[in-house]
């Protein structure tokens, strides 16, 4: 079966402080791998999608890389705004190939 | 200009009463989803539409009921509302099955 595994639930840091998310999956073929981030209260914003292992995508201080098994969210040196839930979800080949896995996130907070 | 919008953003109604929520997209997408996320944030697709045609249905009670009128939007009429579907509905759109899905902000339900 299909699945996304997240971790930590959840991570404090310190202003500045660079740190990276985890998110290991299981799925039959990967089709592709997205983050997205969600404030308290709104829907999930997408960051990005992933195809294939070896690829790397950057957004200001965050950048996401994957391999076989998992994908990094990296955080460099982190502002008190990048404080959100972050989601990671995969989309598998065959059957309902626009079916989006999600894990549970991680709820980051960053103090100043 | 909002991409994905829905409506309304609350609900709160009893038990055993039958109530709608509307979506809408502006983006010219052909794909349209409805999400559930439960209270500890895990977000679960429940329908898809592509030009308003079914294509995923997950194992979702009966008593909801998607209705896609045109590809722009796709409503959710739920029957006989039970405490557990108490949770945040989220919809969502893509271009095509592989590309990123843009959501909307949330219509939390509340049962009594």
């Known amino acids: 079966e299909d699945q996304v595994t997240q971790s930590p639930e959840a991570l404090r840091l310190q202003e500045g402080e660079s740190s990276s998310l985890n998110c290991s999956y299981t799925v039959s073929g990967l089709r592709g791998l997205f983050w997205y981030r969600q404030d308290p209260g709104k829907g999930p914003e997408f960051l990005f999608t992933?195809?294939?292992a070896g690829e790397e995508k950057e957004k200001e201080r965050l950048k996401a890389t994957l391999t076989k098994k998992e994908s990094f969210l990296h955080i460099t040196a982190p502002k008190p705004e990048d404080s959100a839930t972050y989601l990671c979800?995969?989309?598998?080949?065959?059957?309902?190939?626009?079916?989006?896995?999600f894990g549970t996130g991680t709820l980051l907070a960053v103090q100043p | 200009d909002t991409a994905v919008s829905q409506t309304p953003k609350y609900l709160v109604t009893q038990m055993g009463n039958d109530k709608s929520i509307k979506c809408e997209q502006n983006l010219g997408h052909d794909t349209m989803y409805w999400y559930k996320q439960d209270s500890k944030k895990f977000l679960k697709i429940m329908f898809s539409?592509?030009?308003?045609?079914?294509?995923i249905n997950e194992t979702v009670p009966n008593r909801f009921s998607p209705k896609s009128p045109d590809k722009a939007h796709l409503n959710l009429h739920i029957n006989s509302l039970e405490l557990g579907d108490s949770a945040v509905y989220f919809c969502?759109?893509?271009?095509?099955?592989?590309?990123?899905?843009?959501f909307g902000p949330g219509t939390r339900l509340t049962v009594l």
């Open positions: 979800a995969v989309q598998a080949w065959g059957g309902a190939t626009n079916k989006l896995i």
């Open positions: 992933l195809y294939s």
């Open positions: 539409y592509n030009n308003k045609e079914l294509i």
């Open positions: 969502a759109s893509s271009q095509e099955a592989v590309n990123e899905q843009f």
